[in-house]
């Protein structure tokens, strides 16, 4: 019965190993791809492709990694087989659980450093758990844990760090005094010499210094290595020189022969480094199964010794594991999002959104790294700084050319760099962190870039810092985590794993594959090249907010008036997501008038002016969308405070009329939709009198309040939020009037209908509303003797004059002209 469960489970660890792979794959994937595609040197299949097939080729170099999970961080010879199995299930358990974790959101993290505490964190306990309720003192638990290995391996991995970054930015400084940005000049007489450097590096680190632990690789053919060391060296050198530069003459380009190369590599290390943290428990628990069903006749408490033993894992199974790695990215969106997230930190280009917001620590760093650079500006002599300084002149950016996060020569840094010192690490058998080393290097070689100008700097720093804390916050989490799935599983025995188990594929299944995330509309938006593409990204993508923004006013003033403080924290929590979303959508105006800036005609041609027009309207849209996303977070936020202080909660008129507010407001959204589908001037007019309407009401509330006050002895925190809520209401109505006949006006230029001409236009404006509020954006609609409606230029209302803003691009360039 006992072989029966334990075979259950190494079968259960298997396929929990290929979960681990597509978990891990998916961290891991921004490590060998971001170079590649931040450069865009091919089609997104073709690096796939080649990335692809250095994974493959890479696992089948894994087999010496292996021993790190069957002896390097434990003396197997002192556990049973019981305990050993048990700390195996524990570890693949926590370590599927925590990469899910970290790459739902997004943030990249080591495999390595999760891995290695976790067999830390599982084998303590099973230590202590050997040692408790004996005469052996706690102190007995280091017997059992090889600490000077463990040692060496997370001295290693921190080492990285520091050696990476350096590494990165020294050769990319190095690089680009040589190259400069203008490297289609030099490239003619340093292409050839620079790519056989880069490919015989690779040749040499990946292929013969890799070859040792290959599991096909027989002793004769690494003698003939040795022996002819010099001659392959240097044949591949002269070769691969030979071959660039021939590239070079025939106008091709040499470094997307290195790049692909470079992407090839690092997936290779990544595979040949990296496999084991995946695989290498379950392998090694089969392996242990294999052993102890063949020779411990049934006996629990039979010592694993056999796990010392040097062994070679079969081609077969690294060959299947190389196999689901592949697989994995080609179908893991998560793949692409962590991606993203490395080359938005490494990125050249500043001004769009950062991926990190700004942190305290990124700012003191900032402030001492300015003062750290006019120090060292001071001392460097003026003909060297003159030097520099023109090696480092960047090109102008070529109209109708898209701006890439970095160039060709410092991809190539990143890529031969990080998988040079990879190969390093895996030829003496070090599970060296291939997410350290990618990352710094890259932030190593966009530092000496100055990739890091004022204008990025905080949150490139910021990024770092959150993401090396990810790290150690992995180790932390998974030493945690490992030691107490043990614990459950050393009381409740292998039937919790078996339980366990299931419970992780379901969860890991719903997160990856059923849960559906909300990140397409901004997607849509920012690829959207035109003006009825725009339309379209906006029209779909408004009412959503309205919807969730109302839901989110009614829920909490549900829990506000139950006196629910965990119900409102969850609300605020949900408009602050809401209003952060609005917000990345809202910053896509800039990229699209980056990417439009670059194709535009000249400015008389209305096509030229139709697409200003459309962009300023888009900006319009968000901006007022996402003051009424501030409004809602601010009342909540408010109405937390109001709760969590435990103030009275009013009652009576004043709650009826704020559920009766809300009611119109939701009537008002309705009405609102109904001028998407008929846009006329009836609907129109009818909305207008409707928000005018709810703007009265709204006045009349806070008049009202004044005799509610002295009548029902409300209290001063009750007045200030019925307040806050009646001032919610009032924003939520005009910027939803704004809103819509701001995109109205959007598609009334992108279709044609009419092209905001107010010179044309003899328009007597009112306003929307009485509000006295800072940066308010309201728009004024009147009807004409035609019953046709005309939209004017937002206007502010600062007590209670009216100030017309600047307007549209094609109606002042129609000024001009007349």
Request: hydrophobic share 50%; net charge neutral; proline share 2%.
């Amino acid at each position: 019965m006992f072989e029966a469960i334990v075979l259950v489970l190494v079968v259960m660890l298997m396929l929990l190993a290929t979960l681990d792979l597509f978990v891990g794959v998916s961290n891991d994937a921004a490590n060998f791809l971001n170079s590649a595609v931040g450069t865009r040197i091919a089609p997104l299949f073709v690096i796939m492709l080649v990335a692809s097939v250095g994974v493959l080729c890479g696992a089948t170099f894994s087999s010496g990694m292996m021993e790190v999970a069957r002896k390097g961080m434990l003396f197997p010879e002192l556990f049973s087989f019981e305990e050993i199995m048990l700390i195996f299930a524990a570890v693949m358990i926590s370590d599927v659980l925590l990469l899910n974790l970290f790459n739902s959101f997004g943030l990249p993290t080591s495999t390595t450093v999760s891995i290695v505490f976790e067999l830390l964190g599982a084998a303590t306990f099973a230590s202590f758990y050997k040692v408790y309720g004996t005469d052996l003192p706690l102190s007995d638990i280091f017997y059992f844990i090889k600490l000077d290995r463990t040692a060496t391996i997370v001295s290693a991995i921190l080492l990285s760090v520091v050696l990476a970054f350096i590494t990165g930015m020294v050769v990319q400084f190095i690089c680009r005094l040589l190259f400069t940005f203008r490297f289609d000049r030099t490239i003619g007489y340093l292409g050839g010499v620079f790519c056989g450097l880069s490919l015989t590096a690779i040749s040499y680190f990946l292929v013969i210094k890799g070859a040792k632990g290959a599991s096909f690789m027989k002793p004769e053919y690494l003698d003939f290595i040795d022996t002819h060391f010099n001659t392959i060296m240097w044949g591949l050198f002269i070769g691969f020189s030979l071959l660039g530069q021939i590239i070079v003459l025939l106008k091709g380009n040499v470094f997307k022969l290195i790049i692909l190369a470079g992407t090839f590599a690092l997936a290779f290390s990544f595979a040949g480094n990296d496999l084991v943290n995946f695989v290498g428990v379950p392998l090694a628990a089969l392996d242990s199964y294999e052993f102890w069903s063949a020779n411990a006749m049934g006996d629990k408490s039979f010592l694993m010794s056999h796990l010392n033993e040097d062994n070679v894992t079969s081609t077969f199974w690294l060959f299947l594991a190389g196999s689901v790695m592949c697989l994995t990215l080609w179908i893991s969106k998560k793949a692409r999002q962590v991606v993203q997230t490395s080359i938005n930190l490494s990125s050249s280009t500043s001004g769009s959104r950062e991926q990190f917001g700004a942190s305290t620590i990124g700012r003191i760093i900032t402030r001492m790294g300015l003062g750290v650079s006019r120090a060292v500006y001071r001392t460097v002599p003026n003909n060297s700084a003159k030097f520099i300084r023109h090696r480092y002149r960047q090109p102008a950016v070529v109209k109708g050319q898209d701006r890439l996060p970095f160039d060709y020569v410092r991809a190539s840094v990143n890529l031969v760099v990080a998988a040079t010192l990879i190969s390093v690490a895996t030829s003496l058998k070090l599970p060296l962190s291939t997410t350290y080393v990618c990352f710094m290097v890259a932030m190593g070689s966009s530092f000496a870039d100055g990739a890091w100008d004022r204008e990025s700097a905080v949150y490139r720093i910021s990024g770092v810092v959150t993401v090396i804390a990810g790290w150690f916050l992995t180790g932390i989490s998974a030493f945690s985590f490992a030691a107490f799935i043990n614990f459950i599983l050393c009381n409740l025995g292998f039937y919790a794993a078996l339980f366990l188990i299931p419970c992780v594929f379901a969860l890991i299944i719903y997160t990856n594959f059923i849960r559906k995330t909300q990140t397409a509309a901004v997607s849509s938006i920012l690829s959207a090249k035109s003006d009825r593409e725009i339309l379209n990204s906006v029209a779909s993508t408004v009412p959503s907010y309205y919807e969730k923004e109302i839901t989110c006013i009614k829920t909490a003033l549900d829990a506000f008036f139950e006196d629910n403080e965990f119900g409102l924290r969850k609300v605020r929590n949900k408009a602050s997501n809401i209003a952060d979303a609005i917000s990345i959508e809202r910053s896509a105006y800039y990229s699209l008038a980056v990417g439009s800036e670059q194709k535009l005609l000249p400015v008389k041609n209305q096509a030229t002016s139709s697409t200003n027009d459309a962009k300023f309207f888009f900006y319009l849209v968000f901006s007022n969308l996402r003051e009424a996303s501030k409004s809602v977070h601010y009342a909540l936020d408010q109405a937390v405070n109001h709760v969590a202080n435990r103030h009275t909660i009013f009652g009576g008129a004043m709650k009826d009329s704020l559920f009766d507010l809300v009611k119109r407001i939701d009537r008002l959204v309705d009405d609102l939709r109904a001028i998407e589908t008929k846009q006329s001037a009836s609907n129109v007019e009818s909305v207008v009198k409707h928000a005018k309407k709810l703007n009265r009401d709204i006045d009349k509330c806070q008049m009202e309040l004044v005799s509610i006050i002295g009548r029902e002895h409300v209290s001063m925190h009750s007045s200030e939020m019925y307040l806050t809520f009646l001032q919610c209401m009032r924003d939520l109505a005009n910027r939803y009037v704004a809103v819509s006949m701001q995109e109205r006006a959007l598609a009334e230029i992108v279709l044609g209908k009419s092209h905001l001409d107010e010179a044309d236009s003899q328009v007597q404006s009112s306003s929307l509303a009485t509000a006295f509020r800072e940066d308010r954006e309201d728009i004024s609609i009147s009807s004409s003797d035609n019953n046709d409606s005309e939209i004017v230029a937002p206007s502010y209302e600062d007590d209670g004059e009216m100030i017309i803003l600047p307007k549209s691009p094609a109606a002042i360039e129609q000024e001009k002209n007349s």
